[in-house]
C-alpha cells in the first residue's frame, strides 16, 4: 500500500503530525480515558520553558530535529502547539 505522504519513510522527514495524530496519539489518549496526551504523560502539569508552533503537513522527524537544534541551553519542557 502506498504511504499518503511521499516522505512518510524517509527517515529525516516521516510521517505527518495528522498521521501521528490520527494513528498513535489519538488511539492511545481514548485508551487512557481522553484527555491531552501531556496530561497523559504528567497528570500534574509541568512548567513550560519552551513553546513551538508548527505546520501539521510537515513530517514529524524532521519537526523533532529542527526543535532539538533549536532547543534553549538549560531548558527542560515544551508546550507544542
Not at 62 to 68: D, L
Not at 72 to 79: F, Q, S, T, V, Y
Request: proline letters at 7%; aromatic letters at 14%.
Amino acid at each position: 500500500a502506498s504511504c499518503p505522504n511521499k516522505y512518510h519513510n524517509d527517515p529525516e522527514v516521516g510521517p505527518t503530525v495528522y498521521q501521528v495524530n490520527k494513528f498513535f496519539i489519538k488511539p492511545e489518549t481514548e485508551k487512557a480515558g481522553g484527555m491531552s496526551w501531556a496530561l497523559m504523560q504528567h497528570p500534574e502539569g509541568l512548567a513550560c520553558d519552551v513553546f513551538a508552533t508548527h505546520c501539521w503537513a510537515e513530517g514529524i522527524f524532521e519537526f523533532i530535529a529542527r526543535v532539538r537544534h533549536a532547543w534553549p541551553r538549560g531548558a527542560r519542557h515544551l508546550w507544542c502547539c
